[in-house]
């Protein structure tokens, strides 16, 4: 694994390379270029554009995620530049824009990163980093002078291919500095973006910020550039050519949502969850006047829309009064939507998008410099949760990483299931609209229920899967399937009159799949239950359909209760993850087992990687509980000696066989100093030579001295009559645990006869509520076990193998032959 500055660096090193390339591509073609002739074709130009675009995205993403932030919220405000501006070369080499609209197509965007890029320099010069400051003016200058010379043909072209001269030097400076301290081995470093230098990307203070908040609030900038520039007369009219900026826009935004699941940001996740559907919308928007289809903004939609912004501003007013005052412009938005019939189209609904326009860019200069500043401008942060705070029976809940841990586990994810609900929400009331004449398919189906309900719900399902919630991520993605194909069959008319069993077979696979999903939904709660439920009765009326036996109003009225159903669990989800008391109630599971279903209590499951959750799970041992843990190999069942009712306790756990007995591990050579008298100098020098690791040593037991470690009557657990396996294990967590703890029993986390446990999911699955705690740490590093190596006749020169697992017997073999060959000179093991 690379080191965080090193990783910081090199994709610091990306960034600034990538960025110069695009810059000199850029160069050439204005320097290059006249009139009438382009040195670069436009569609070739495109696609070149598209590709540095993708790298420079990769690039910001990883330094995000090492928290080079301000480089990263520079690089992706330039992928997403180049990105739709490429896509508008495409479209116009394709002959799908005539060259005429050009300048309409290019301008509204050009436009949005002009101010963007501006804003980044002067955060930049605020907060001394003169290498950015340099790189994001220069390309801001360049935006500005191409915007001119598509208003005044000829101007401006050489003075854009100046500024991209100024970005192509810098990254010349840069190259030539990465040169010289590759050769100087670090002694001499140039200014740059390195992770050393004054100037460079550095792990700022305020983690809280990401960068893919900020290029979010660019993509909202974007938007609404692009749809107010026709109220301002700039362009003639929202058409085809604005369908690049605008699903560029959704499809960064996307990516922005996936990032503040990441970073444990439900509601930031969600927010940009929906107006990146907007986006979409947006864009579908132009798009069907290339095809001269009027679009159309039925009214409840829209005001669905609204409240669902509105829920989200108020929970949002936690994070900040200002994130809180923001999102509120969207609930403006959505209720101007819902006034005029054309939507995006109007008058009332660009006005609302000239405020976001202002509002962005201010969110976009407090977030980005907050971000990347020592110094924060006050945003509002807390006065909303002193406020509510002081209210009688309400506590808000703590929010940190440990909220969203699964009870099996842990995640890099936060929960999605505030989004999925939600996205739920508004496919159904979508799916509700009469739409008289028109055809539902283009104007409504396409761009809310499969967007909505299809692509927003299949991500929650693929976050959902990632943080190992298997019943969220099976619901999200079956439904998003789902929604997809009724919305194209049932109301885009895609079966025609193709009607009949063939159809019915398909739909009937469907409605035995949720099948599935109702009677594990009656294990988790009523709420969960109620939703799986409604949802079956809309597959019924699928097949229905499908017949042609639909009764008149069903479809309609059980698709209304599926979305009242949806926003009581948005609302439950979101009360509940905000506020520790009091709760929304989601109802007791319908059906109670033992084991892991049914409600049943589940044991401490604690993320190893916490020094603290080790320290619990010691305390547990030490009160004679047993407990799963991970190794260099596979997952352990594990017991302190000193409690030999505990032993007792994991073996019965086990169904131990005879031929099966336990072992015992120690943390380091120095547990095994009460009994250094009963050990052989061969055998103690051979285990300092070969510990830690993945060998486990059969050993003489001669004499009582299992009994100095506390283990009594358990003793007979561990080992044989005549012989007991040892180990240090190869793993940080399993000696630290074992140092707290002292030497402890040890055996696999499995039933016998069963497979090895390879996951922290796995020990309580196996062994149900028996197991008093889990240490958790993921899938095992190794499937494999270990050697056990038979060193009971070790005195007289020889060690056999019982089993050769993880570390080869050659290894073990030439480890061994050297601590012979040191006792031959005299050399004997120090540590006693």
């Not at 002694?187 to 992770?195: Q, R």
């Not at 028996?770 to 056990?788: W, Y």
């Amino acid at each position: 694994t690379m080191a965080p500055g090193r990783s910081a660096s090199l994709y610091a090193s990306v960034g600034v390379i990538t960025i110069s390339g695009g810059s000199l591509l850029l160069l050439v073609q204005n320097y290059g270029s006249s009139p009438v002739k382009d040195v670069i074709p436009n569609t070739a130009l495109g696609i070149l554009l598209l590709v540095v675009a993708v790298l420079l995205a990769y690039a910001g993403i990883r330094g995000s995620l090492s928290h080079g932030r301000l480089l990263s919220t520079l690089c992706l405000t330039v992928s997403a530049l180049w990105c739709g501006s490429g896509l508008v070369y495409i479209l116009e080499g394709q002959r799908l824009l005539q060259a005429s609209e050009l300048r309409s197509a290019l301008i509204p965007g050009l436009a949005a990163f002009t101010l963007a890029l501006l804003i980044v320099g002067s955060v930049a010069v605020m907060v001394k980093k003169v290498f950015l400051f340099l790189i994001a003016i220069g390309i801001s200058l360049a935006c500005a002078h191409q915007i001119a010379g598509l208003a005044a043909v000829g101007f401006g072209q050489s003075a854009t291919a100046a500024n991209y001269l100024l970005v192509c030097l810098v990254g010349v400076y840069f190259g030539f500095g990465r040169l010289l301290s590759n050769i100087t081995h670090g002694k001499v470093m140039l200014s740059g973006p390195s992770g050393k230098s004054r100037t460079g990307v550095v792990t700022e203070q305020n983690q809280e910020c990401s960068a893919a908040v900020s290029v979010g609030l660019v993509m909202n900038l974007l938007s609404a550039s692009v749809l107010v520039c026709p109220l301002l007369g700039v362009v003639p009219d929202l058409f085809v050519g604005h369908v690049p900026w605008l699903w560029t826009a959704g499809v960064f935004q996307l990516g922005a949502c996936v990032l503040l699941y990441r970073a444990m940001d439900t509601l930031g996740a969600t927010f940009y969850g929906f107006v990146a559907l907007l986006k979409f919308a947006e864009g579908y928007s132009a798009l069907l006047t290339f095809y001269s289809v009027q679009t159309y903004s039925p009214v409840p939609f829209p005001v669905v829309f609204s409240v669902l912004f509105f829920t989200l501003a108020l929970f949002s007013l936690q994070k900040s009064l200002l994130d809180g005052l923001y999102h509120l412009f969207y609930v403006a938005y959505c209720i101007a939507l819902a006034v005029e019939r054309q939507g995006f189209l109007q008058g009332g609904a660009q006005g609302v998008q000239g405020a976001i326009f202002v509002m962005s860019a201010l969110m976009f200069l407090l977030t980005t410099y907050n971000t990347a500043a020592t110094t924060m401008i006050p945003t509002g942060t807390g006065y909303f949760k002193a406020l509510v705070s002081k209210l009688q029976g309400i506590t808000f809940r703590a929010h940190d990483k440990e909220l969203h841990s699964p009870y099996l586990g842990y995640s890099k994810y936060a929960d999605a299931e505030v989004l999925g609900h939600a996205c739920s929400v508004l496919a159904a009331f979508a799916m509700t609209i009469t739409l008289s004449d028109r055809n539902p398919l283009s104007v409504l189906v396409l761009p809310w229920v499969v967007v909505a309900g299809g692509v927003l719900q299949l991500l929650c399902g693929s976050v959902a899967f990632s943080r190992g919630k298997s019943f969220e991520s099976t619901v999200f993605i079956l439904y998003g399937m789902m929604w997809t194909v009724w919305g194209l069959t049932r109301y885009g008319g895609l079966y025609g009159e193709t009607r009949g069993f063939n159809l019915s077979v398909g739909i009937i696979g469907f409605i035995l799949f949720n099948t599935l999903v109702v009677v594990a939904a009656m294990f988790l709660n009523v709420a969960w239950f109620a939703y799986a439920l409604t949802f079956q009765l809309i597959l019924i009326s699928f097949l229905l359909d499908a017949v042609g036996s639909l009764p008149f109003g069903y479809d309609i009225g059980v698709t209304i209760i599926f979305g009242v159903v949806s926003f009581y669990c948005f609302l439950a989800h979101i009360f509940n993850s905000t506020f520790q008391t009091p709760q929304i109630p989601l109802g007791k599971p319908l059906v109670r087992l033992g084991g892991i279903g049914g409600g049943a209590d589940v044991c401490p499951h604690l993320p190893a990687r916490k020094a603290s959750s080790v320290q619990q799970i010691a305390e547990i041992m030490k009160s004679g509980g047993i407990c799963g843990m991970p190794t260099d190999t596979v997952y352990v069942l594990v017991a302190a000696c000193n409690r030999p009712e505990a032993v007792v306790k994991a073996y019965n756990v086990k169904k131990q066989a005879q031929d099966r007995p336990m072992s015992m591990w120690i943390s380091s050579i120095q547990q095994l100093e009460p009994v250094r008298h009963l050990l052989s100098p061969l055998l103690l020098d051979f285990m300092e030579a070969a510990w830690p690791s993945s060998i486990s040593m059969v050993i003489p037991r001669g004499g009582p001295w299992m009994d100095i470690f506390g283990l009594g009557d358990a003793s007979r657990h561990i080992g044989t009559p005549q012989s007991i396996a040892i180990r240090n294990p190869d793993c940080s967590v399993a000696t630290y645990l074992i140092s707290k703890v002292g030497p402890i029993a040890v055996t696999s986390a499995n039933p016998t006869g069963e497979a090895d446990t390879t996951h922290h999911n796995q020990v309580y699955a196996k062994l149900g509520n028996k197991v008093d705690g889990v240490l958790c740490d993921g899938a095992s590093p190794e499937n494999i076990a270990s050697t056990v190596v038979d060193c009971t006749k070790i005195d007289s020169g020889q060690i056999g193998f019982f089993r050769v697992g993880l570390i080869p017997k050659s290894k073990v073999l030439k480890i061994f032959e050297e601590v012979q060959m040191r006792h031959r000179q005299g050399q004997t093991n120090s540590a006693f």
